[in-house]
């Protein structure tokens, strides 16, 4: 009797402590404001979700508000107010492929002292090495700059009826030798490409997006990184023109003789709306787009038609399989916002991003953390298509995923692939013309920023 009264009082002052902590919280930031600025994306969307702020407002009495806007009129809105040193948000989402412009006009503030400071620091091992480097540090800082939201990088789907009719492995087999099976290098993604293609059936045997500039600039890159190519050295110094770079734009023009040419000017809707359509073989997706066009509630026959592997690798390069982006984002407090705005953004952005306790809530509302804890979580387990595609994801951050080039002046560079793959895939320009143009312009970028003085 004894005992079950002592268990009865410690449960009373464990409720009670936890009690007091919940009301000293929301004491603290009781009716603090945060603004956060967010690229209009897919994954930003969770973030504004009104029931979870709901019950961070009630938990902790700050009131998160959310501004979604396009990629350009972000980066302005966050120039602008950098070099004024005004304050008109808290924080913002962006891409880890720009993370050096915002570093460069003094517009982010470290968050090494709040992760500590909310007891986050032990958690940081729990994303993978590679989004560490590609979402959460500068080269030459010690500092953490960004947390990652949703790390993303592609990989391969495929139609498995196709690859599993005994019609089309006959046929397949007889015209090139080999047994018809999802491709394991870019050679036979190539001929499987060529087989697929029959524009009358309105079937096209790959697709990826190209659009300029965000889409094909990514695209560029991974066929430069697959061949083994590089567009900077550790020292900055352009590389681009070498002759796996010449090698990956011949590819890439090949390749594209076999994709919807509407893929060069389409962006995700379009790219869903021909993989519902089974108008693509096989199709080169972000992970996480994949969660979105495979869901087996919302699109049932998706799911149970397409199968997903690792982009084929390239023989004879280092490789495992095809190099990745690094893509997704990072959530970022902004230096010139007020102290205690700045306080209250990194308690919600750090505990929305590694309260363990809190996780399930999220991913039930559709946010995605591609932390390593994340993929073993139960609410991830229910899911029948996150079963595959979860070690798929965290196998391709590991193997594939490759960060994008760490200086202030990527975007200029980024225009530059973009057009560089463009000429050489929808305008017929030479590969080694291509890349030699293209060098000589990131060449004058670099050396007008001063790189080389």
Sequence with gaps: MLLKSKVILITCLLILVSTMLFVVAAQKYEGQEVDLLLITEPDSYVVGDRELLADFNKETGIRVKTEFLWHERLWDRIRIEALAKTSGFT???MSPGFIMEYYQIG?????????????????????????????MSIPGSDKIWSIPINANTPILIYQKKLFESEKEKEAFKEEYGYELKPPVNTDQLLDMAEFFTRPSENLYGFHELLAPVAHSYVAALEYIWSFGGEVLDEDNKVILNSEETVKAMEYASKLHQYIPKEAFAADYAEEERWISNNNVAMARVWAGNARSYLNPKENPRNFQNYGMILKPKVEGTEFEAGQGVLGGGGV??????????????AKFLLDWLFDQDKLGEYLEAGAFHPRKSTFTHPKILEDPLMKDLGPLWLEALNKTGHARPFVPEASQIYEE????LHAVSLEGVDPEKAVEQATDKIYDIMDNAGYYD
């Design 91 to 93: 924080a913002m989402r």
């Design 107 to 135: 517009a982010l503030e470290p968050l090494d002292d709040y992760i500590k400071m909310f007891g986050y620091e032990n958690q940081l091992d729990d994303w993978p090495e590679s989004v560490q480097k590609s979402h």
């Design 332 to 345: 970022s407090l902004y230096a010139h916002a007020p102290q205690k705005e700045k306080e209250a953004a």
């Design 417 to 420: 692939l973009s057009l560089m």
